[in-house]
């Protein structure tokens, strides 16, 4: 069965300090992956999603950036954090597969809590 | 308008009541559709699809009306472990990116 890992579960952070949030997949190959974050009390933004190692597609343009140098992994990063980066971040899968995937739910990891000071 | 619009809530129902929720999506491109449960400070998990000639799993019941762009979810029998945020989800092709569009959440509080 597939398994979704997501690291640290929480992080306090002062402001300007880098980030790095590592997520991977195991059980499924050439996963789509994505990136979101909850802000407290609101909906889930889409961030960055990927359908494959190297192909990053950004949704809202601000100081995060997304790499996947593996199949079934992809991280989520920034050179300087901002007060505003704080919230709830989620990564999340679903099966690759054209047309036929488009019935697949997307499956999410525990999350990373995080603060900025 | 948000593109995927919830009432937020709460709904305070007593335990063993019948309770529905509705949700409106804006992209009339929409494929497919789904409702997530989120408990407090944790991450959406699947509660099930919705087909467009609805469906259902065992005290859960959804629906999809595509003329007039909502899904819905009913709940019967309440229990207490319900109590969660229900958040709607709509996926639509057109933008051919597969990442799904989230409803902010229907707060659900089951009471003894």
């Known amino acids: 069965s597939q398994t979704i890992h997501q690291w640290p579960a929480t992080l306090v952070q002062p402001v300007g300090s880098p980030l790095s949030l590592e997520c991977t997949v195991e059980?499924?190959?050439?996963?789509?992956l994505y990136w979101y974050r909850q802000a407290a009390g609101r909906g889930l933004q889409l961030l960055f999603y990927s359908v494959g190692i190297g192909q990053i597609s950004s949704e809202v343009p601000q100081n995060l950036s997304a790499s996947r140098p593996q199949d079934r992994q992809f991280i989520l990063s920034s050179k300087k954090l901002l007060l505003s980066d704080s919230g709830f971040y989620l990564c999340?899968?679903?099966?690759?597969?054209?047309?036929?995937?488009?019935?697949?739910?997307?499956?999410f990891g525990d999350g990373t809590r995080l603060s900025i000071l | 308008r948000k593109e995927v619009e919830q009432d937020p809530g709460p709904f305070n129902v007593p335990e063993g009541a019948t309770v529905a929720f509705n949700c409106t999506y804006s992209?009339?491109?929409?494929?497919?559709f789904f409702w997530y449960r989120q408990d407090c400070r944790k991450e959406p998990k699947l509660l099930m699809s919705v087909y467009s000639s609805g469906n259902e799993d065992g005290r859960f019941t959804a629906q999809l009306n595509r003329a007039s762009q909502y899904i819905s979810l009913l709940i019967r029998d309440s229990k207490l472990s319900d109590s969660a945020t229900y958040l709607c989800?709509?996926?639509?092709?057109?933008?051919?990116?597969?990442?799904?569009?989230f409803g902010s959440g229907t707060r659900l509080q089951v009471q003894p």
């Open positions: 999340a899968w679903s099966p690759w597969g054209g047309q036929a995937y488009s019935n697949q739910p997307q499956h």
């Open positions: 989800v709509v996926r639509w092709m057109d933008t051919g990116r597969r990442a799904l569009t």
């Open positions: 992209n009339s491109a929409s494929q497919s």
């Open positions: 059980g499924t190959s050439n996963p789509n």
